[in-house]
């Protein structure tokens, strides 16, 4: 059960900026974010509408897509008010817990799901003849489960560690979002052994997947190699390359912040950006312009919606 605080509100300092470049900021952040959403939406729209697109790494590519439009508006949104008003970082508690739960919650479901995703990669070019039977629907779901099961327990385990200890004094946070780091630094209490956890449990999780990626991904390349037609290297190369960009833009700044000694708050802040608000843009650009069948889907339903209208 989580201690009892004498802090009720926090309040986020947003990102490190003049004054002068709120309006600028905000505007650039509120166009990505708009972009984001809209961007998944349509991923979500063309995968549904396509029978072409009911595969296993659509499916996927949806739940990516749905973890993504989450994932940013957990954090962006808040960002956007503390850039608008003076008090918009005041953040209550309460609303911060559920924020941190949130973002560790759907940004390791997504470390899992990306590890998921290699896997399915992995045995499409590798076993191509077996691979319906090896990665049926029942499959794709239970490992879909698993990703979110496993994404949620996760999180808890964060949560629960960060917020077991009193905050009674300071409550300005180094961010723009509750996250476990600058949160600690405000308890009143040694929090050096939940540091440990967290640093632990951060590296078991994001290395795991990271090497489990790469292993996958080195069995793929080893596989593609031995394709004898140069097209259908092409081919295979092509439908990896989109999830190799993602998975790096993913999970470079996130082990850049959580696995290194000591803790730059500017700098964390500035690099969170990037997994936080520009890698899920990131995902509906690369998944429709570098992927034909995706293209092709959205060619379709421009097509359709044409001649109904003229209909």
């Known amino acids: 059960m989580l201690n009892v605080s004498l802090v009720t509100t926090f309040f986020l300092t947003g990102l490190p900026h003049a004054p002068a470049l709120d309006t600028m900021l905000f505007g650039i952040f509120l166009v990505i974010y708009i972009l984001t959403v809209l961007g998944n939406l349509l991923i979500l729209l063309v995968i549904r509408v396509d029978s072409h697109l009911h595969t296993p ?9 749905f973890i993504d439009m989450w994932f940013s508006t957990v954090t962006v949104p808040k960002m956007l008010m503390t850039l608008a008003t003076p008090g918009g970082g005041a953040i209550s508690f309460h609303s911060c817990v559920a924020q941190l739960y949130s973002f560790h919650f759907l940004g390791s479901t997504e470390c899992f799901l990306y590890t998921v995703m290699s896997y399915d990669r992995y045995l499409a070019i590798s076993y191509p003849l077996r691979y319906s039977s090896m ?20 999180s808890a385990v964060q949560t629960t560690l960060t917020f077991r200890l009193p905050y009674c004094g300071p409550n300005q ?22 540091e440990m956890v967290i640093f632990v449990n951060i590296g078991v999780v994001a290395s795991g997947c990271f090497l489990l990626i790469v292993l996958s991904y080195v069995s793929i390349v080893c596989s593609i190699l031995r394709i004898r037609t140069s097209e259908g290297r092409h081919r295979a190369f092509q439908t990896c390359a ?6 790096l833009c993913f999970f ?35 998944y429709t312009l570098r992927n034909k069948e995706v293209k092709k ?10 001649f109904i209208h003229n209909k």
Request: aromatic letters at 10%; a positive charge; hydrophobic letters at 45%.
């Open 57 to 65: 790494m659509y499916y996927f590519l949806t739940n990516l897509s």
């Open 135 to 154: 990665m049926s629907g029942r499959v794709c779901a239970l490992l879909a489960a698993g990703t979110w099961l496993s994404g949620s327990l996760h």
């Open 173 to 194: 946070v180094q961010h723009y979002f509750c996250d476990a780091p600058p949160i600690l630094k405000l308890a009143c209490a040694d929090t050096s052994a939940n």
């Open 242 to 247: 989109s999830h190799c960009i993602v998975v």
């Open 252 to 286: 470079g700044p996130g082990l850049f912040i959580y696995l290194r000694p000591g803790s730059k708050d500017a700098l964390d802040g500035i690099v969170a950006v990037f997994y936080t608000v520009l890698t899920p843009l990131l995902n509906p650009v690369v």
């Open 297 to 306: 889907a959205l060619s379709k339903l421009k097509n359709g919606s044409v």
